[in-house]
């Protein structure tokens, strides 16, 4: 049996794939900056808005390494964003402090009242707000990244 190689072609084609992984990496962050901004609009949707801090401190973001991609979604700056996605059930200590009042039955006032030291027990359901969205998304974004990909290897590969 004899085997016949082009070296003209397997030189183009080993070429062809040293580009391969940036062109692959380039189709993977433009798909998932897409599907993050889409995130990040449903995630402020669903964020609980009391005061709107929450909602304002959102992120969305695109990591690009020399060999990955990262795509995330979620909150900077806010302590108890924490608590608001998975709730909270147990107790939660209070160290003593003084309370201004500002404002009594609509009159303004300035009053200063001591809080005591205290513990209580919270139980807190939380209102998820990133969780439902990426479950929402995920089998989407699986789908899209391996056709995504496949998409890219043909159109890359040398012929």
């Not at 992984?21 to 964020?47: C, F, G, K, P, S």
């Not at 201004?100 to 009053?111: D, H, M, N, S, W």
């Amino acid at each position: 049996m004899d085997v016949k190689v082009d070296y003209r072609t397997l030189t183009r084609t080993v070429e062809g794939l040293g580009s391969l992984d940036q062109n692959v990496l380039d189709a993977l962050a433009a798909l998932i900056r897409e599907y993050v901004v889409q995130m990040l609009a449903d995630a402020v949707a669903l964020v609980p808005k009391k005061t709107g801090r929450l909602a304002d401190h959102l992120i969305g973001r695109i990591d690009k390494g020399s060999a990955s991609v990262y795509g995330i979604v979620g909150t900077r700056g806010v302590a108890y964003a924490h608590f608001q996605e998975h709730g909270f059930h147990g107790t939660e200590s209070f160290a003593a402090s003084l309370r201004t009042v500002k404002q009594v039955f609509g009159r303004p006032i300035t009053a200063t009242q001591a809080v005591r030291a205290h513990v209580r027990q919270l139980d807190y359901s939380g209102q998820p707000f990133l969780l439902p969205v990426l479950e929402r998304y995920w089998p989407e974004i699986q789908q899209a990244m391996i056709d995504t990909v496949a998409r890219t290897v043909r159109e890359n590969l040398p012929s």
